[in-house]
């Protein structure tokens, strides 16, 4: 029976469900109004804010390190074009209704604001293409009302702005807005006045009523921002800026913002901070949960405190420092009571100029470890390049499956996710820039992280980069191609940080080179052993070290390409260190069942066609089918632990059966669908010579382009051409969806499963064909048995753990946790063998020596 504790649990789960299920049912119409309207007049508090850039849970400013509380009121640091300040927990309804929104405003350096160039004013009505109001903050469009540098005022387009209509010899001025219902109509006035009210210019029109209801923005220079970033491997961001703008482009401050009018939603459950979201872990008795901040100033309280209630109280296990950089507080509590349901909350103290102070509060729930739970799910989940943020429909079916694990395997977001581009100089601004992307990923997941473990492995894209062959942590040569990291090593260790605080202890701590700190090592939950690879962190670079390739040393597009020349020695995929954990997290099977492997991409090259113009390559050396030597040395390990390998990146939906010497001789890989795809691959073995098909189709026995055995399981290949003008089905046509891994400890079987992006997930037949997939763990080590050892008959434990090791060497075969007291063990070649029966989780054993492959032995007793 459920412990007490539990029922709230399963209660508030569904309450989270149902709500992310109402949101993804809204995604074909309107949303409903939250709220009743509020007629009292709403007015911003910069004036009370110490300095700092974010400003305020009230707010959402594109792009964050563009803009700045200071002197008591927000600043645009940036004079380029659609800098803009939307208010969350405000917005114009659907019902009718006068309204009206005013703000004060000047140049930032303080001269006159008609001297210089730029426009400055409000967008109202702002909606995105998905009615979710997160979905306006990165897509919205709505009305334009502003003022020109030379005196225009407009309300529409910015065009149609006549320069004099007001004089604007003051410092600074204020901007009003009104809206008047009109029948299917508003009549809208924009006037500008000195600060003692008196009126300097206006202009009146009336728009449509559909025009008037959405979100409210301050925008400082209107216009189109024209920034591209990389949705696909080779994406370079482009400077952000350009794009037309009436009066040039000048940088503006805002004050005294003020809302009101009976046509005014009120949201305060929109407000999204200081407490943005959360992320946890449990494994071992340790949990460990890292809380993620905006960025706070010096005079803001500089740490955060962990409660956990205990009755009806809460007690407090834990205060810590926020980063500076990362802006995260992580918090590491022992000896944590795995056995129950603990509620948790988070409080940070938002505190004001004139001493008042606000407890901000953010809950969830650490999850008991669910050991005596027949299945663990698994959410597989990764390239996010937010073309629908915030996601709903995604969410709520993610809700609906209640994993009890999330996975998120790499390219949390894209360097083109939010818009603006990149920044990558100087680097305190750059950081900002990586933390205004990632909150996306945040804000979208949030719901879910908040009560149930979850593992964030970052990508090449997650550090800015087209691919990444991180060479041990050193800087990027003079190519991408010739290896290491582009960002500085600080940056990089923002991006670690933010990403994997809250990851159990890495196996080793000491940092790679520049000092880049350190996330793969090992964690159980729910009696399954997971070991979180680095596989792109000390991988090394092509450039300089296989034949060359051409215009791009990563693509090889010459079809007489020989794979074997780009085996070189000394190559690296995951590094010493890394695999010599490998070896020692095969043989440690304590508190587990099952294992798994988790990494950003499947070791082979799996697709075959890449990109919009569908060229097939013959080589991809951002693959991790390449270099050979240590991809195949890294099999034989996992596949000493029957591991099954979760992962991503591929932007193609698949599961393979590695081989090594021959096909399916080593371990099984679900490379998960792309969340959103941007850049979209396909799985064409008849365009592709060199895959060597065993059998018609796209299903079966090939051969990479590096000449490694792979047999493919499943697979969905996207349209070859996606052209619709619905974002989601245009994601969907790009084949991304939803996967997840079931671990069946019972059984002993793994079951994977894949979703398109719309389907309902709790209807059978809505998988894609070849899904839901199961397999044994056994196939994990799938080389051909040469013979058999005795039929061992255990006592003394009910799951042991069976460890064959080559007698003459002392050698690990393999090492398996079996269901019951009994195991025939299987061996690859005659000679003598040493068994090892024993209980992982009290320490006891058993050796059996001199065994031998044979027919028809007797069985041999152990008693452990």
């Not at 003051?170 to 006035?189: N, Q």
């Not at 196996?507 to 996330?519: C, F, K, L, R, V």
Request: charged letters at 20%; proline letters at 7%; a positive charge.
């Amino acid at each position: 029976m459920p412990s007490p504790t539990r029922k709230l649990t399963r209660r508030r789960f569904l309450s989270n469900s149902a709500a992310l299920a109402a949101g993804a049912a809204v995604a074909t119409k309107l949303p409903p109004i939250a709220s009743a309207a509020d007629t009292a007049e709403w007015a911003s508090n910069w004036s009370n804010c110490p300095d700092r850039v974010w400003l305020g849970p009230d707010f959402w400013s594109n792009p964050l390190q563009d803009w700045r509380i200071a002197n008591g009121r927000i600043e645009c640091t940036n004079a380029a074009v659609d800098r803009n300040v939307h208010l969350l927990t405000r917005a114009l309804g659907d019902k009718e209704g006068a309204f009206a929104t005013s703000v004060r405003i000047g140049r930032a350096d303080g001269s006159a604001l008609g001297r210089g160039q730029g426009s400055v004013g409000f967008r109202l009505g702002v909606r995105g293409p998905l009615p979710d109001y997160r979905n306006a903050l990165i897509f919205g469009r709505g009305l334009d009302a502003g003022l020109t540098s030379d005196g225009g005022l407009f309300i529409g387009a910015s065009a149609e702005a006549k320069a004099g209509t007001a004089k604007l010899d003051a410092t600074e001025a204020v901007l009003r807005l009104t809206g008047t219902p009109a029948g299917d109509s508003y009549a809208l006035t924009l006037s500008v006045a000195d600060k003692s009210g008196r009126e300097l210019g206006s202009v009146t029109k009336t728009m449509p009523r559909e025009r008037c209801s959405g979100g409210l923005v301050l925008v400082n220079n209107f216009g189109v921002a024209t920034a591209a970033g990389g949705g696909g491997k080779a994406g370079k961001a482009k400077k952000a800026g350009g794009g037309a703008t009436p009066g040039g482009l000048g940088m503006f401050w805002f004050a005294d913002w003020r809302v009101s009018g009976p046509k005014v939603e009120t949201h305060p459950d929109r407000a999204f901070g200081p407490l943005l979201f959360s992320q946890y872990t449990l494994s071992g008795g340790v949990m460990k949960l890292s809380v993620q901040l905006p960025p706070i100033g010096a005079g803001d309280a500089q740490t955060v405190r962990l409660q956990t209630k205990s009755g009806a109280d809460w007690k407090t296990v834990g205060e810590e420092h926020i980063h500076p950089e990362a802006r995260v507080a992580a918090f590491r509590v022992n000896h944590w009571d795995a056995s129950k349901d603990t509620p948790y909350r988070l409080v940070y103290v938002l505190q004001f100029k004139d001493g008042r102070k606000e407890d901000h509060v953010w809950t969830g729930t650490v999850r008991r470890d669910p050991v005596d739970a027949p299945v663990l799910s698994v959410a597989d989940i990764s390239c996010n390049i937010h073309a629908a943020f915030p996601n709903a429909p995604y969410l709520a079916n993610v809700a609906k499956l209640n994993p009890d694990l999330l996975a998120f395997v790499g390219d949390q977001f894209y360097e083109s996710s939010g818009g603006y581009g990149i920044i990558r100089s100087p680097t305190d601004k750059a950081m900002l820039d990586y933390l205004r992307k990632w909150y996306l990923h945040g804000w979208t997941w949030r719901e879910l992280m908040r009560d149930r473990p979850s593992v964030s492995l970052p990508d090449d894209h997650d550090v800015y980069q087209g691919n990444l062959w991180g060479e041990g942590g050193r800087i990027q040569g003079p190519t991408q191609e010739s290896g290491g990291y582009t960002m500085p090593a600080d940056w990089v260790n923002v991006v670690y940080r933010s990403q994997t605080a809250h990851h159990p202890d890495p196996y080793d701590p000491t940092p790679s080179e520049q000092g880049i700190i350190q996330y793969y090592g090992a964690f159980t939950y729910g009696r399954v052993s997971f070991a979180v690879v680095a596989d792109r962190q000390y991988k090394s670079g092509p450039e300089g070290k296989v034949p060359p390739t051409g215009d791009r040393g990563d693509h090889v597009v010459d079809p007489k390409f020989v794979p074997k020349t780009a085996d070189v020695p000394g190559l690296v995929l995951l590094g010493g260190k890394q695999e010599q954990f490998l070896r020692e997290w095969a043989r440690d099977w304590r508190g587990a069942e099952m294992k798994a492997v988790v990494s950003q991409t499947i070791f082979t090259s799996f697709p075959t066609t890449h990109g919009g113009g569908r060229e097939v390559l013959r080589g991809d050396y951002d693959s991790n089918g390449w270099p050979q030597t240590p991809r195949n040395r890294v099999l034989r390990e996992m596949r000493k632990a029957f591991a099954f390998h979760l992962a991503g990146d591929q932007h193609i939906p698949g599961v393979v059966h590695y081989g090594v010497d021959t096909h399916r001789d080593a371990g099984v890989a679900f490379a998960g669908p792309a969340m959103n795809c941007g850049y979209t691959r396909w799985w064409e073995p008849d365009r592709a010579p060199w895959t060597q098909p065993k059998q018609p189709g796209i299903i079966g026995d090939f051969t990479d382009s590096f000449g490694n055995p792979m047999t493919v399981l499943a697979v969905k290949n996207g349209a070859e051409l996606a052209r619709s003008p619905d974002v989601i089905e245009m994601l969907e046509q790009k084949s991304s969806g939803l996967g997840l891994v079931r671990f069946d400890k019972r059984r002993r079987k793994i079951v994977i499963e894949c979703w398109p992006y719309r389907a309902d997930v709790t209807k059978p037949g809505t998988q894609w064909p070849g899904w839901p997939l199961e397999i044994d763990l056994l196939d994990n080590y799938g080389r051909k048995a040469a013979g058999h050892l005795p039929a061992l008959a255990i006592s003394g434990v009910k799951q042991p753990l069976i460890e064959v090791m080559e007698q003459a060497t002392g050698e690990l075969v393999y090492a398996l946790r079996v269901a019951e007291p009994k195991f025939t063990p299987h061996v690859f070649a005659a000679g003598k063998y040493t068994v090892r029966v024993s209980d992982p989780d009290t320490g006891k054993s058993a050796e059996v020596k001199n065994l031998e492959p044979g027919e028809a032995q007797r069985p041999v007793a152990v008693r452990v």
